[in-house]
């Protein structure tokens, strides 16, 4: 499944869920997270496609069950996505400050690849805060116990929502374009941009080693996937002036990139 493959199908689950149910039903589709687990697929096959064996990765692939879960400062918290070390052997620890028993220890956990995918399929702007501090939050709970560990974060920014005022009458209908999205996405970029590529293990514990940002209008007929400034400004999504770090967060290079930074850490 490639990644504008795997766009449509999102697409075609919302449409279709609006046109037989409305909002009721779009809402409905978000709480089953069918939508999300395509993008869990396409990120699993991503890392197959790049050396990764499938029997290392969980949950295992087209499954959503058996995530890992794993101990961090804080709390312990289940991850999307895995991959799990070889020839390392768990050594299980009780952790006096979670009350938590960790049935990897830390050394089998901090050579854990993580990612997790998110998306915000609706009120992109007012839930802005909460999808940031969460973000960031949850990299320094396991950073600061484990900072060697190598993290990522796939997540999935729809440029045009779709419009609440139409799909109640089981309309598809999405949001024009305005100086207010130009306004949101340059922040999405510039947030995402400031907790990606961390390198340092003694510090910066809130930031990824990777961060990948899907930024897709899904009002084409084939969801378009915008990887650079430039794909922006051409589709005339931005104006000309319009600069940010977008080519750093783009699909293309996640995987070869996080799987580099795993490689130097844990490999040579």
Do not use: W
């Amino acid at each position: 499944m490639g990644v504008i493959e795997c766009l449509s199908e999102i697409k075609s689950l919302f449409e279709n869920a609006i046109h037989e149910g409305g909002t009721t039903a779009k809402n409905k589709l978000i709480r089953t997270s069918k939508p999300i687990n395509l993008v869990h697929e396409l990120v699993k096959q991503g890392l197959v496609s790049r050396g990764i064996k499938e029997n290392s990765i969980y949950p295992k692939l087209n499954e959503s069950r058996g995530e890992i879960s794993i101990c961090g400062s804080i709390k312990k918290k289940s991850q999307d996505i895995c991959i799990l070390p070889k020839n390392v052997i768990p050594q299980p620890e009780y952790l006096e400050e979670l009350k938590t028993r960790d049935i990897y220890g830390a050394d089998f956990s901090e050579k854990i690849l993580s990612i997790n995918v998110r998306s915000q399929m609706s009120s992109v702007a007012k839930n802005f805060d909460t999808i940031f501090e969460r973000t960031f939050a949850e990299a320094y709970n396991l950073h600061n116990r484990l900072n060697k560990m190598v993290l990522g974060e796939v997540f999935l920014f729809p440029i045009r929502e779709l419009d609440d005022t139409y799909s109640t009458n089981h309309i598809v209908r999405y949001k024009d374009l305005n100086r207010r999205a130009e306004n949101q996405l340059e922040k999405y970029i510039h947030y995402f941009s400031i907790i990606n590529n961390r390198r340092n293990i003694n510090e910066d514990y809130h930031k990824y080693e990777k961060v990948c940002l899907l930024v897709v209008d899904f009002s084409y007929e084939t969801p378009i996937l915008y990887q650079s400034d430039k794909d922006l400004i051409q589709g005339g999504v931005v104006s000309s002036t319009f600069q940010s770090n977008l080519s750093d967060l783009s699909f293309d290079s996640f995987f070869t990139d996080i799987i580099n930074v795993y490689n130097s850490r844990f490999i040579s």
